[in-house]
């Protein structure tokens, strides 16, 4: 039976204090009659989004919970719970509050919703609505009554103070910059001054950065448009700081990921285009976001590049790397066979265990050409996404089947690819070279391509494989790609600060 509670108060106090309480998540061992003790978990502050408290009551009872959403610019935060020893389940609360004029005074709206036994739900339904949120009132009330029990004002980092305090003035960031065409020593850390957003910007602290084949190209000056000194990076996920004037529809306070042409995502802190921004759904981590860039590309692969369907087959060269383990569990979903190249048994196994049917180890493209048309009957595969440039690509051609499709991606040098098109009139082959951000200049059909993407994480059906390195080890992770030891997606993070 699902059962909805709702209750509300006001409080004889401003907003900003009343918020300023319950802003922490684990405030409610400081105001609440019911909780002997609480603690966050994992050391995360009470106001990160994905952060789990855990907590006793007087009873003996002990409860998980997890924070949702939290916006200080709305005063609003959302949490569920995780374990309890009561069947409310699938119990989502949400607790908003409302300046009221008169009086300087603060409206509390609390409410849940859950599922519960029909023959408990009355019984659930007061416990929640009395002895859990009518009891919360009166505590906070006595708490604020009790000014010297006052916890401090929010911390300045906190969105909305921050982009009230902070407005344009620049903020410190530590950087990433290449200084000279080179290998992975050319980048260094240095520390550098943010401005404020433009009026289309927004400006983020950032959470997790993509590495992707193409910042090795610009530092190695194989991308036009990467001037020196230059900060390599196209892709990035974090909190929203603050806005520019011009932007409409993303606030403080919000987690976005974003994919942009320029380059300069290596940084703690960005400001980057509103429009190359997408708002993130709860239940999607940081690090997961940050493979939207290649998350989208297998969609677009798969869903208007090429039509997957039931019954075709493709090949994955690098099956086990950052678009390939993606790719290949996509394709899996949509009962796709999938066969892929690796370079080692260790891969393999991974790739394996990751919706490709097929590791086959590219020590022998000769050898491979036949182990397909083993595996296809003769007939060959529909789609060959092609990641070698030049190398290799007869092999390619070969092995597609009739009206069969190649897809050349991910060019790694850059180079010339002579093509005879008289090879292709044979059996009616296709080649395309999709360039993904000629795609997105659609922002609704990216948009789209995310949405399926973050619907297919929640659900588990693609699980994102990562390599996560510091910031400061930016250059360990160019070693990593380069020397093809990776298996999934690598990730930079901003460096702890303490």
Aim: proline share 5%; glycine share 8%; with cysteine.
């Amino acid at each position: 039976m699902k059962i909805t509670v709702i209750r509300s108060a006001v409080i004889d106090a401003p907003i900003d204090r009343v918020w300023g309480v319950l802003r922490d998540f684990n405030s409610h061992g400081t105001w609440h009659p019911a909780i002997v003790s609480s603690e966050m978990e994992n050391d995360f502050d009470g106001d990160m989004v994905g952060g789990v408290r855990r907590f006793s009551l007087v009873d003996g009872a002990e409860l998980r919970e997890q924070l949702l959403s939290h916006s200080d610019r709305d005063y609003a935060l959302s949490y569920c719970i995780l374990d309890s020893p009561l069947p409310l389940f699938d119990y989502v609360a949400t607790m908003r509050l409302k300046p009221v004029t008169d009086g300087n005074r603060t409206f509390w709206d609390w409410r849940a919703q859950f599922r519960a036994p029909q023959s408990s739900a009355a019984d659930l339904e007061n416990l929640v609505g009395r002895k859990i949120y009518e009891d919360g009132f009166t505590g906070l009330r006595r708490l604020l009554a009790d000014r010297t029990a006052l916890p401090e004002a929010p911390s300045p980092e906190a969105p909305a103070e921050t982009a009230a305090a902070i407005g344009g003035q620049q903020l410190a960031s530590r950087t990433v910059v290449v200084n000279a065409v080179g290998g992975p020593e050319v980048m260094s850390l240095k520390d550098v001054a943010i401005p404020g957003p433009e009026a289309d910007q927004v400006r983020i602290r950032q959470r997790a950065i993509a590495v992707n084949f193409l910042d090795l190209k610009q530092r190695r000056g194989l991308s036009a448009g990467f001037d020196l000194p230059g900060t390599p990076g196209l892709e990035g996920v974090g909190e929203i700081i603050n806005v520019g004037d011009q932007v409409n529809g993303l606030f403080p306070g919000d987690r976005v990921a974003y994919l942009s042409r320029h380059p300069g995502s290596y940084t703690d802190i960005r400001c980057i285009d509103a429009d190359a921004c997408i708002p993130l759904p709860d239940g999607i981590t940081d690090i997961d976001a940050s493979i939207l860039l290649k998350g989208t590309t297998a969609a677009l692969l798969l869903t208007r590049v090429f039509r997957a369907s039931p019954n075709t087959t493709i090949l994955i060269e690098s099956v086990s790397g950052g678009l390939g383990h993606l790719l290949s569990q996509w394709a899996k979903s949509m009962d796709v066979t999938v066969i892929g190249t690796v370079s080692n048994t260790e891969k393999a196994r991974f790739s394996r265990g990751r919706g490709c049917d097929y590791p086959l180890m590219a020590t022998d493209y000769e050898s491979i050409a036949a182990e397909i048309m083993r595996i296809t009957n003769g007939r060959g595969v529909d789609l060959w996404v092609h990641s070698s440039g030049a190398n290799n690509l007869d092999t390619a051609l070969e092995c597609l089947a009739p009206c069969g499709q190649c897809a050349v991606i991910g060019d790694r040098e850059s180079g010339s690819i002579v093509l005879d098109v008289n090879l292709l009139r044979k059996r009616s082959l296709t080649v395309s070279a999709p360039v993904c951000f000629e795609y997105f200049r659609d922002r609704r059909y990216l948009q789209r391509l995310a949405h399926q993407l973050f619907s297919r994480i929640q659900s588990r059906t693609i699980i994102p494989v990562t390599e996560v390195f510091p910031l400061s080890q930016a250059a360990e992770a160019h070693q990593r790609i380069e020397s093809r030891q990776n298996m999934g997606a690598v990730v930079l993070v901003p460096d702890d600060r303490g």
